[in-house]
DNA sequence: ACCGTAGCGGAAAGCGCTTGCGAGATGACC
DNA sequence: GGTCATCTCGCAAGCGCTTTCCGCTACGGT
């Protein structure tokens, strides 16, 4: 191998070349009082030469703590989960820290792995993205997980509902579902179906309960198929309902991800939208609007989500689990309009 | 506070416990060889019930270098790198890596300092996802920043063409330009306007000049308007397409996400396209597919490009920079068509 | 000119873990 | 039954940095 392997020069080196103390150096490099201007530009502009990087180990290991933060999502690529994360880094930039990033893959076990990755990175505090599950013993493990963190000093916060005693951000979930049913029942639907996705997450059961209270007490016939959180899963279920219940006059999705596998489905099977079928999904995830048609939905400000969520954990902590609610807004487009027999 | 601050059990607590020594403890959770399966797992359960969780820093610090990998991108919400970053992800959990992620902002200075942070971190190896810039000066001191890095032990992988002497995965950028200015000569356009992003980063550069090449070659006119690498950013520069070039036939958007902007402003100045307008993408995100129309592009690999920087650095280093090319493909969908003259 | 005070710099003790080396124990072989 | 090879385990020395505790210097006050 023709690499040359240099050694990383310590600070012990920065601090023989500066003809100064160790700690003279160290307090120099970190900006601590103690040391005089001259001096310590002396010692940053000799680090400088050197091409002196400080040993983020050495110094979390010293000084018990590193700035950096972790972050769980269930999939980067999901603009839902990219959009909260663009929140988190953007808080973390601004206060100078790191973020561990890891996906669970919307799998308890591996959700529970990557926790404990983060915790043995002595990270901060650790953002917990995605939803829980309505699996009681999967979310006891988590939140056995996550208080041993708290207990050992570590800040958490989560974005969703989840079983946990612990700061959260709660999107509006449930009241979010209702008004995406009311829009559809105001523009006269009465026979919906409800695009949903894993029964085992918290995020569906909640969203799905709000719009199935407000669609049974309008007397509205409702039928939900189960399916993957995904545009496949979406269109799945979307051609599920088509078969089971061909007279349907419009989809909740409860995803805008779900949305537009359900939109494909729909213009593969010539079912003209909104005129034969209304769509409606949730997020407002940045390409809704650019869709064909463009879709009305329901907007989470999720890149605010991720944002809160980590400054949550950068205050003080509270002896009681805070929770902060969300939110949110009907952005009404062009994928939704009153049924057939109703505009003729 | 009412909030019980434990101390984290250490290694020494789990050897004490398990009435081993702490080389014996260390070893046996490291699961290296030199202590008997019994013994090991006897240390494990200890570990195991008092919630023993290793501290990273120590071991880095003690081992010399942590299982972490640091990934920049301009911005995790793009599809484009919100795919690469997925790639990457997915190796890294293969090799049970950790993955520190930041976020350039598209800022050479910014990209410099992100790139301090994980050198400082230690991590084992840097994929730097996102374009070059053709600032030399800037692209300098970027490469002093990862020579050094490597240097010292480190591994680095780029994507996208950046002028440093580190293994790269080079998208097929230039040839796709070609490609997709071909298609839309082979449909008989011959006004074409290239809807470009910002002219510092090489990949606007390769992209436009694989296409100009291309439709100069062919005696078609073409005009080129720069603008951010965003939805909004394509939405100006057609916008000033219109309003320069009326006459233009098809718009080639260097990005999927800049061609959003563009359909949306062609859209709303009713526009057709294709009928009027052919409107050509680069990248294939995800949701190309279903835009309204669905958009003709060039497909470039990114979960794979991603997946394919982090495993270079995990091979043994060479002496000299290696290259991986990638493949492109043009996807033509709805939105390119024959200019209207010809159709008609 | 003397003493008090403040402020700066140096020595050293860890932070929690890995690991090379050597001691002790165990079994094999003659 | 003795000797040697083979394992298994423990000791102790760091990894690079922070930080506390002191001692020293250089001033200003009187």
Tied chains: 1, 2.
Excluded: C, W
Aim: charged share 20%; hydrophobic share 50%; net charge positive.
């Amino acid at each position: 191998m023709s690499l040359t392997e240099r050694p990383t020069p310590r600070l012990a080196d920065v601090a023989r070349a500066a003809g100064v103390s160790l700690a003279t150096a160290s307090r120099a490099l970190a900006g601590r009082e103690g040391v005089s201007a001259r001096m310590a530009d002396h010692v940053r502009a000799v680090a400088a030469r050197l091409g002196y990087v400080p040993n983020a180990h050495a110094r979390a290991l010293a000084s018990g703590g590193a700035s950096i933060v972790g972050l769980v999502v269930h999939d980067v690529a999901d603009p839902y989960f990219a959009e909260i994360s663009r929140g988190v880094l953007r808080v973390a930039a601004e206060h100078g820290l790191l973020v561990l990033i890891n996906q669970s893959e919307r799998e308890p076990g591996t959700e529970l792995a990557r926790i404990r990755e983060l915790r043995a990175n002595r990270v901060g505090a650790i953002v917990l993205a995605g939803s829980g599950y309505t699996d009681a013993g999967a979310e006891r493990q988590k939140a056995a997980e996550l208080v041993a963190f708290r207990e050992t000093g570590g800040r958490v916060a989560l974005v969703g509902r989840h079983h946990v005693p612990v700061d959260a951000v709660l999107p509006d979930n449930r009241a979010g579902g209702a008004t995406a049913a009311r829009h559809l029942l105001e523009l006269g639907h009465r026979r919906v179906a409800v695009v949903a996705g894993p029964a085992r997450l918290t995020t569906v059961a909640d969203r799905l309960e709000g719009a199935a209270a407000e669609l049974s007490a309008a007397g509205a016939e409702v039928v939900v198929e189960h399916d993957d959180f995904s545009r496949e899963g979406g269109a799945a279920a979307t051609a599920r309902v088509l078969a089971r219940r061909p007279d349907t006059t419009a989809l909740l999705a409860l995803t805008d991800v779900m949305a537009i596998g359900a939109l494909s489905v729909l213009r593969e099977a010539g079912r003209a939208v909104p005129a034969e079928l209304s769509v409606v999904g949730f997020d407002d995830i940045p390409v809704a609007a650019d869709l064909a048609p463009a879709l009305t939905t329901v907007r989470l400000p999720m890149a605010e989500m991720g944002a809160m969520a980590l400054e949550l954990t950068l205050r003080t902590p509270a002896a009681r689990p805070r929770r902060k609610r969300t939110t949110h807004t009907l952005i009404p487009r062009a994928s939704t309009a009153a049924p057939s027999h109703l505009g003729a």
